[in-house]
């Protein structure tokens, strides 16, 4: 199993271009999440997805946007970048409790780091 | 938001010496998670301590979970220079599937 891939793994953007983070899990999970992770600051969630066609926002929404294409794959985009959407970004997703060897962990990607000049 | 907060924020040990590193949260938990970062790659779970738990063992690694005291501890016994990484601890709150990760650690071991 490849676990969380996510691609590209670098990007520079010029501020107002669009791009798409791609994510992909081969896990059978049925959550999965978008995180930054800015110097000093942690991580901080940007959208999660419960199940396959939901989505909702966390701690840091604005300049984003998701899909969640199906079970496998859930995708962030930035419509217009800003310096400040520089960062590294991870996608993750996580095992439910309650099934059978599961648990309430969550599975990390290599992450993308993007800049914006 | 942030519910997290790891204390040290930096650590610098030698090989064999024990590392300890602390985390303090707000609100009540459903569970308690230690996540590993190596440089310039994805966080990696650790161990996970559930609300109702006092300690918890795995392999070197030894958590502590004080809800009294809303903190838990990561000792980290024997270190070796491939423990050097960031670590971070998250909180898991009752009904909601989401974490909540503190700002993280970073340890140093020195061979």
Known sequence: NAGVTQTPKFQVLKTGQSMTLQCAQDMNHNSMYWYRQDPGMGLRLIYYSASEGTTDKGEVPNGYNVSRLNKREFSLRLESAAPSQTSVYFCASRAETGLAGGSDTQYFGPGTRLTVL | ?111
């Open chain 2, 1 to 111: 938001s942030q519910q997290g907060e790891e204390d040290p924020q930096a650590l610098s040990i030698q090989e064999g010496e024990n590392a300890t590193m602390n985390c303090s949260y707000k609100t009540s938990i459903n569970n308690l998670q230690w996540y590993r970062q190596n440089s310039g790659r994805g966080l990696v779970h650790l161990i996970l301590i559930r609300s109702n738990e006092r300690e918890k063992h795995s392999g070197r690694l030894r958590v502590t979970l004080d809800t009294s005291k809303k903190s838990s501890s990561l000792l980290i016994t024997a270190s070796r220079a491939a423990d050097t990484a960031s670590y971070f601890c998250a909180t898991k709150n009752y009904g909601n599937n989401r974490l909540a990760f503190g700002k993280g650690n970073q340890v140093v071991v020195i061979p």
